[in-house]
């Protein structure tokens, strides 16, 4: 906004400071600023939309599926259309004379086509066949749902978990009274503690002497524990030759070093071996694994107090195949 004043000359006060006619003063509008394309763009909309020109999203949708209905609705035998429709000339030449289509029984006209294909808009950006797995997809998702969702009943629930506790229990007790049956086996000498042996170069070495039996001679009721631990153990000593093959360092062979300078330097090769039947399929061991724990106990346990009057609940010895003093056979016995 600009002022200008309409005095010609400016009044002088007394003391010669100027002053400005603010009382005749007038005042002039600014120039227009020149409307950027955006802007036009917008205001046009504006006022085609207020006059009622342009149309809104929801008014062509709704006039779209007006006429889609409309001519949907509308039969290609109409003499308006049948006249243009280029579809219905080619048909004719082919016989068609109107009714439906298709092949017709001699009893019925179920197969016949009286009604047009239902046509189907698609709206989205999804390929063909999109929305089917959605529907599968949904589909695999309510039934999981519904299997995580099945009630259980509470005492089927309480009876099954108390059972397996059992068996967690049992199976604790029946490996102790393996390695009870082993001992015992051992110091009558009739029982291996591992068939694993290592064998050195060193002729002047003798490491403690181990029992190479094969594994289906030891009575299959601690079969499975000598074999797990054999199992293991070789396990072990290869992935620590292996680790140590890894890291030492290129070596050579001196003439002049003697077994402890090999010996000190790592050279000195050690072989282990194990039972032959190690890696051969035990059927027998496989049944008897296949019992119940509570079974596969009760044999042990038995298996002790005939062999060596051991009472595996009593924790003790008897002097008699009697075994007086001893409550009874089962843990209950000796509550």
Aim: glycine content about 6%; some cysteine.
């Amino acid at each position: 906004m600009v002022l200008q004043s309409n005095t010609a000359t400016s009044a002088t006060d007394g003391d010669g400071d100027d002053n400005d006619d603010y009382m005749n003063m007038t005042f002039e509008e600014p120039a227009p600023t020149k409307e950027t394309s955006i802007q036009r763009t917008r205001r046009l909309k504006k006022e085609s939309l207020a006059r009622g020109m342009i149309k809104s999203k929801a008014q062509i949708a709704e006039e779209e599926g007006a006429a889609r209905e409309k001519a949907l609705s509308t039969s290609l035998l109409d003499a308006p259309i049948a006249k243009k429709s280029k579809g219905l000339a080619m048909m004719a030449k082919m016989g068609f004379t109107g009714g439906g289509l298709g092949k017709k029984d001699d009893d019925s006209e179920k197969s016949v086509l009286t009604e047009p294909i239902k046509v189907r808009l698609k709206e989205d950006r999804g390929g063909i066949g999109m929305e089917s797995e959605k529907k599968r997809k949904l589909q695999e998702a309510m039934e999981e749902r519904d299997i995580k969702t099945v009630k259980i009943d509470p005492d089927e629930y309480r009876d099954r978990v108390r059972k397996e506790r059992e068996n967690e229990r049992l199976e604790k007790q029946f490996q102790a009274a393996q390695r009870v049956a082993e001992r015992m086996d051992e110091e009558q000498g009739q029982g291996v503690s591992s068939n694993v042996e290592m064998k050195g170069s060193d002729s002047t070495s003798k490491p403690k002497p181990l029992s190479t039996r094969p594994l289906k001679s030891i009575p299959v009721l601690y079969r499975g524990l000598i074999r797990h631990r054999e199992e293991s153990e070789r396990d072990r000593r290869m992935r620590y030759d292996l680790e140590q093959s890894l890291s030492r360092l290129p070596t050579y062979n001196d003439s002049d070093e003697d077994e402890d300078d090999k010996r000190a330097l790592g050279k000195k090769q050690t072989t282990y071996v194990t039972a032959e039947d190690l890696d051969e399929h035990d059927e027998e061991l496989d049944g008897f694994n296949a019992l119940e724990p509570a079974k596969r106990l009760a044999k042990l346990v038995l298996y002790l107090r005939e062999k060596y009057w051991y009472c595996f609940w009593c924790k003790m010895q008897y002097e008699g195949q009697g075994m007086d003093g001893c409550p009874g056979f089962t843990e209950e016995d000796h509550d």
